[in-house]
């Protein structure tokens, strides 16, 4: 069983800094995906970006790519999500999720989330 904790959200001005970190606890399989999903009110829950645990692959989606950068440390078991330039609408809770398998868009097919972390983004 994988356990996730985010922390890191919470208020920014349009063009400030965050960075979410996710903790995971259990046994990441050199063969897992850790991502960070997003939901926003009355919206589906979108993938941000992913990364590969054992190669570092990474995959984002169009409108944070060259502004969001993530990463993980296999050692400390941790995924982090670098949010830079942020806009308004990334305003949204954040998900750190885990799946046993390739990087794939979709919400359903990770078996693992977190409880969600808050990013408001507002002047």
């Known amino acids: 069983q994988v356990q996730l904790v985010e922390s890191g959200g919470g208020l920014a001005q349009p063009g400030d800094s965050l960075k979410l970190s996710c903790v995971a606890s259990g046994r990441i399989f050199r063969t897992y995906s850790m991502a960070w999903f997003r939901q926003s009110s009355g919206q589906e829950r979108e993938l941000v970006a992913a990364?590969?645990?054992?190669?570092?692959?990474?995959h984002y989606r169009d409108s944070v790519k060259g502004r969001f950068s993530i990463s993980r440390d296999t050692n400390k078991k941790t995924v982090d999500l670098q949010m830079n330039s942020l806009k308004p609408e990334d305003t949204a809770v954040y998900y750190c999720?885990?799946?046993?398998?390739?990087?794939?868009?979709?919400?359903?097919?990770?078996?693992?989330w977190g409880q969600g972390t808050q990013v408001t983004v507002s002047s």
């Open positions: 999720a885990a799946r046993n398998g390739p990087i794939l868009g979709r919400a359903a097919v990770y078996q693992y």
């Open positions: 990364i590969g645990w054992e190669f570092g692959a990474t």
